[in-house]
């Protein structure tokens, strides 16, 4: 291989394919006339060493626990920024001035309700549902009342359909978890930020004057900036894929729900807890869980362990880890399943089988602790994830379409049966 070009030779030829740069990180080999010249695909179960595409949002470097949005690294962004100013920066590209930052909000808020109808459609599900479901059905339900489709070439459409999705999403999620407690639907209160608005409107009770716990905002804001953005996982080339055939912004959001809700993706904030619980319940042997997880002949994971991506700390796991500790103590709660978290986090980062298949804490070990001590219910952990990957998926969707991306449609290596004959059925 030289610098700039990747040989292959196959049946007594020589192919040249470039090697495309880029500004950090991983660089790729252009292969799109592989087929044409060699009658060969390539063959990448899950996607591995893949890149599905070109994009200026997200760099993530795997190996040194890396991960920065926009070029600004997610330590500072944790630190000084909010969830608000993340989402223009996914959406724009560049920190907002304070008048870009007040005219956004506004914006938002503009589109802070949700039609009275919705309420009819969450009210035909089951209170058992899982919030997840819900919420990727009302997503979708949410083209219905705005049937527009949104115009790519207008950069006003795309404003407005983003700044809409934002303000509808957060009603979505807040009447999710109502739904889930049998109470009654809150509207939003424009006197307040983003975030201080989902918190109200999920836990407003009607009996009683709301009180807004700044500790509680400042988790919620942190948690929802860790997961704003993660290029391109599982959800986001869901919506990707999915918007790649021209489907609507909502439509294509709310499939990106749907595989989230897996808990090998951010269904596994759920799981963790279920797990550390289930420990717990069993009396608090980690060694035991540890062992399962390395035995093949179990299907026992280690919920919250490892990633496609991260071989190192999951840079996001670290900020939580440390955020968890100060929400707990700032809230004077002591949660039995931190220390479990920690214990088990302490033996599998001795164990060789995790050391060797550089398994560490990712950013659902520990989230789930905060959500469970700001009162959030288990089912409703990855709707908060949904919350805060949406600004993510919406800023891919809006570069995918504005890069002109071809539909997404994968080849395959078939390894079916040869071409037979149809038999009738009384004779097989
Ligand atoms: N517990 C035990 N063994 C594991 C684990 C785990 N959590 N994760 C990976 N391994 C083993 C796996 O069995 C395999 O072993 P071997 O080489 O002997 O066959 C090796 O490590 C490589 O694993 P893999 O499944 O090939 O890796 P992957 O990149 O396909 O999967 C993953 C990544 C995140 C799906 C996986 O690590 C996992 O299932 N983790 C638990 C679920 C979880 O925490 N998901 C959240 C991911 S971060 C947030 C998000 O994306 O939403």
Redesign the pocket.
Known sequence: MSENKVILNYDGKSFEYPVVESTIGDRGIDISKLRDETGLITLDL?YKNTGATLSEITYLDGDKGELYYRGYPIEQIAEKSNFTEVMYLLLYGELPTQNQFQGFEANIKKYNYVAEEMKKIIDAFPRSAHPMGVLSSLTSALTAFNPKAVDVRSKEDLDHAAEMLIAKFAHLCAWTYRKTQGFSLNHADNNLNYVENFYKMTFRMPNQDFDMNPVVVNALDKLLILHADHEQ??STSTVRMVGSAHTGLFASISAGVSALWG????G?NQAVIEMLEMIEADGGDVAKYVEK?KNKEDNF????????VYKNFDPRAKIIKKAADDILNSLGIHDKALDIAMQLEKVALEDEYFVE?K?YP???FYSGIIYRALGIPTEMFTVMFALGRLPGWISQWKEMRLMGDPIGRPRQVYKGSEKRDYVDMNLR
């Open positions: 899950g996982n599982c808990p090998l993706h951010g596994a997880a994971r280690l919920m919250g362990f490892g990633h496609r298949r398994l990712n950013v659902d």
